[in-house]
């Protein structure tokens, strides 16, 4: 999975409407609330194998801290 | 632990609800009126109306589990009944234990044989497990009672904890008995308690007794009831998997071969991620129940039963079945559901 298609999954599970960039502040994100957060735990443990633990995505900022966690 | 157990069948199962119930819509300030908000929580956790005790209620988790045995016990001979156990954790008292309590409540014999077993999510699995390793051919019968009132640590009224408005208040009751066939079921339990902390009430025990700055301003006892939600969810999609696929490791089964899959109604969001991270169609894997009564706790097993009483009554079902929660505990049981009477749900 490449930069662009982790940023289009992101709005998929964000359920937005609007693009996700890389800069993006986490909080400054309308629909990112714990539910998200759990769609995203969901995402990374089924398609990327990866356990994203809930202290980890706590001290998240960005949607840059996501990408470099999913090692993209 | 991975065990099996044989010559055991579910032979009647009844749930029972009171019949007062709350609506999601209800909490619109919650969301602070956002109504997309709200819509979102309904469609990714499925928590919809919840059935709870009344505030004024002196309504308790055992009577529930009172009325679900009755209804299971009317044509038996009661005689026959060689042990109760209750899982709870909301027993009625302190002490003595609840299953304790029903013994002259149902009429059973002096003989019969009573404990209590405090666990929650986890806790009917963990509950047939224990009950059926005391039915033996001499001893064919025990009634395993398995319920939450979880309002009675939340609240319902005016000063209950608001969040998370997920859990309903049920009391199931399960006949299991002894059974010439050569029928077999799969155990798979374990916990993890260095996260015990995760989900949790920490007020009320002899650790933290109660004293006075633990009640609320409107008398009632504040049980320092805790959730971390995120943690929960994270536990849940990691280890329920794992247990999933060790019992079928060591039962030498397939998920091809299994028609349900009733996990704990924990909520929508939890079942249906490990379903798929376990690839199982979403069409074998109940999550309506939560949607009609909440998150019943230990009852919330045995409730998917009652609920789909039409399909468990008339065919002979492979089932496994998967509880998970605060301990943090786990427990799976691979059986065959062999048309175990399912009564209709009781309201009281």
């Known amino acids: 999975m490449n930069k662009e298609e982790f940023l289009e999954k992101l709005q998929d599970i964000f359920e937005r409407d609007d693009e996700i960039t890389e800069d993006m502040v986490l909080d400054e994100i309308d629909e990112w609330d714990s539910l998200s957060a759990m769609a995203v735990m969901a995402f990374f443990n089924k398609s990327l194998s990866i356990t994203l633990l809930p202290a980890e995505v706590r001290e998240m900022k960005t949607i840059a801290d996501l990408i470099n966690k999913a090692g993209i | 632990m991975n065990s099996t157990v044989r010559n055991i069948r579910i032979k009647s199962v009844a749930t029972c609800v009171p019949e007062y119930k709350l609506n999601i819509l209800d909490n619109t300030e919650l969301y602070k ?102 039915i033996d051919s001499s001893n064919r019968k025990v009634l395993l009672l398995t319920g939450n009132a979880s309002s009675k640590i939340f609240g319902t009224g005016e000063n209950a904890v608001k969040e998370p408005p997920i859990f309903g208040d049920g009391g199931s009751a399960v006949l299991l008995e002894y059974n010439e066939d050569d029928s077999q079921i799969f155990f798979n339990v374990g916990v993890d308690s260095s996260n015990y902390q995760a989900l949790y009430h920490k007020n009320g025990g002899f650790r933290n007794q109660p004293t006075k700055n633990m009640f609320k301003e409107d008398g009632s006892f504040d049980y320092g009831s805790y959730m971390d939600g995120l943690g929960v969810f994270n536990f849940s999609i990691t280890k329920v998997p794992e247990s999933i696929r060790e019992i079928l490791s060591y039962a030498h089964e397939d998920t091809a071969n299994i028609d349900y899959f009733i996990f704990h109604q924990a909520n929508k969001a939890i079942i249906t991620n490990i379903a798929k991270i376990l690839d199982i169609p979403i069409e074998k894997v109940p999550y309506e129940t939560l949607s009609k009564y909440g998150n019943l706790s230990v009852a919330s097993i045995p409730s998917v039963l009652t609920d789909m009483g039409n399909i468990f009554n008339n065919k002979i079902n492979k089932v496994l079945m998967s509880g998970f929660g605060i301990g943090l505990s786990w427990a799976s049981a691979y059986l065959v559901l062999d048309k175990p009477v399912c009564y209709p749900m009781i309201y009281v």
């Open chain 2, 33 to 134: 009126d956002n109504r997309k908000k709200l819509d979102k929580v309904i469609s990714t956790t499925g928590f919809y109306i919840r059935h709870v005790i009344p505030a004024n209620s002196s309504l308790t988790v055992s009577d529930l589990c009172y009325y679900a045995a009755e209804k299971i016990l009317e044509n038996e001979d009661k005689s026959s009944i060689s042990a109760i156990i209750m899982v709870t954790q909301t027993p009625d008292l302190i002490a003595p234990a609840t299953s304790c309590l029903m013994q002259s409540r149902l009429g059973l014999n002096e003989s019969v044989l009573t404990f209590d077993v405090n666990q929650g999510c986890a806790g009917f699995v963990y509950g047939l497990l224990i009950a059926s390793r005391m």
